[in-house]
Every structure is written in structure tokens, then in C-alpha cells.
T-cell receptor
Framework: DAGITQSPRHKVTETGTPVTLRCHQT?????MYWYRQDPGHGLRLIHY???????DKGEVSDGYSVSRSKTEDFLLTLESATSSQTSVYFC???????????????FGEGSWLTVV | TQLLEQSPQFLSIQEGENLTVYCNSS?????LQWYRQEPGEGPVLLVT?????EVKKLKRLTFQFGDARKDSSLHITAAQPGDTGLYLC???????????FGAGTQVVVTP
């Protein structure tokens, strides 16, 4: 258990509605990430955060926004959900920069989102 | 465009056989990681390799990082049904360390 809680775990929503996914960590790690996982694509980075109020875009950020007002919470918002955003969303955390292999990234259990 | 290409996409073998999964790219990585993911769960880190040519062993799993740090392989000896899962490789490509993932290799080991 890496101390990561994602909510909701499952959600069905209608096209055009706003949706917010929450990631909560108890490890006080600096870095937090949101990925989506789709068949044939592996995991793709949506947004990431390197501190409170410090966020940046990943490779598939269009249609998503994030906020981090506290170290422990990282929110992912779909302003107006579309069917192409049906996916499994994973939150992840790491204490340190991953580039030198000094740290481990831990993933949450995922949030299954279906947009109909 | 997939930065990391994993092969094969699917592998089904009998218990006791060996298998190798490959992760290839034209990019150089500062570090590369292998994960295993089971249905309904998030990926779990197996190993991180950092140095070109590095070989790491984790029980029956052997991980190798290419000399040029562009590719890696995962070899499982005497596979067991518990090795069944989706194996993902991921590389860190920039100074910040954001990970790029391969599409994954689904491994099924039957008794």
C-alpha cells in the first residue's frame, strides 16, 4: 500500500458534463502525476505536479486541467467530458526526480471513467 | 507515436518455459523501469536500471539495459502462473524525469 487513494473508483457520466477525479496521498511526496491507460497505448501522462500550485502539462493534456492546493491532493478535471476520455485514470506519486533512477513511482489503483 | 516499442504484444506459454520481453526505442534514456500490472490494479515497479549494459536479477527475472541505453529486455526463467500479467517498460527521457511508457506485453502462463 503506497498510501494513494483515488476517488471515485468507478464513474459513468454523460457527454458534456464536468468530472473531477481526486488523488489523495499520505506519503507527503513532492511529485504527483495523472496518467490515462488505454489498450494499445500503455500509460500516457496527462498532467503532473512538482509541488503545491506547481503543475505542468504532459503529452495528452488537451481537455484536462489539474489543481494542487495541498501537498496531499491532486485533482484532475474534465471540463466537458467526451467519449474519447473514456479510460482508466491512474494517479502516481514519487518523492524525487525520476531521471536518475533514484526513486520509485507508486501508482494508485485506478479510476474507471465511462463517458456515454 | 509510441516512444517505446514493446514486443511481443502478447505471449502465452506453459509453466516451466522461459520467455523474453523486449523494449526498444531510438531515444536514449537516463533510466528505464519495468512494471507488472494485474487486472484492476495499478502498475507495480519491478526494477530500475540506470547504467548502460547493466544487468539486474530479481529471483527468476533478469533485466538488461542496452549499452547505448536505448533498449532493454526482461527474461523470465521457468515461468510460473503467478508471473501472468501485463509487463510495462518505461523510460525517463529528460532532466525532470517524466516517464514514457511502452504499450505493454500481456504474458499468460498456463499450468
Amino acid at each position: 500500500d503506497a498510501g494513494i487513494t483515488q476517488s471515485p473508483r468507478h464513474k459513468v457520466t454523460e457527454t458534456g458534463t464536468p468530472v473531477t477525479l481526486r488523488c489523495h496521498q499520505t506519503e507527503n511526496h513532492r511529485y504527483m502525476y495523472w496518467y490515462r491507460q488505454d489498450p494499445g497505448h500503455g500509460l500516457r501522462l496527462i498532467h503532473y505536479s512538482y509541488g503545491v500550485k506547481d503543475t505542468d502539462k504532459g503529452e495528452v493534456s488537451d481537455g484536462y486541467s489539474v489543481s494542487r492546493s495541498k501537498t496531499e491532493d491532486f485533482l484532475l478535471t474534465l471540463e466537458s467530458a467526451t467519449s474519447s476520455q473514456t479510460s482508466v485514470y491512474f494517479c502516481a506519486i514519487s518523492e524525487d526526480n525520476l531521471s536518475l533512477g533514484r526513486d520509485t513511482i507508486y501508482f494508485g489503483e485506478g479510476s474507471w471513467l465511462t463517458v456515454v | 507515436t509510441q516512444l517505446l516499442e514493446q514486443s511481443p504484444q502478447f505471449l502465452s506459454i506453459q509453466e516451466g518455459e522461459n520467455l523474453t520481453v523486449y523494449c526498444n526505442s531510438s531515444s536514449v534514456f537516463s533510466s528505464l523501469q519495468w512494471y507488472r500490472q494485474e487486472p484492476g490494479e495499478g502498475p507495480v515497479l519491478l526494477v530500475t536500471v540506470v547504467t548502460g549494459g547493466e544487468v539486474k536479477k530479481l529471483k527468476r527475472l533478469t533485466f538488461q539495459f542496452g549499452d547505448a541505453r536505448k533498449d532493454s529486455s526482461l527474461h523470465i526463467t521457468a515461468a510460473q502462473p503467478g508471473d501472468t500479467g501485463l509487463y510495462l517498460c518505461a523510460g525517463a527521457t529528460d532532466s525532470w524525469g517524466k516517464l514514457q511508457f511502452g504499450a505493454g506485453t500481456q504474458v499468460v502462463v498456463t499450468p
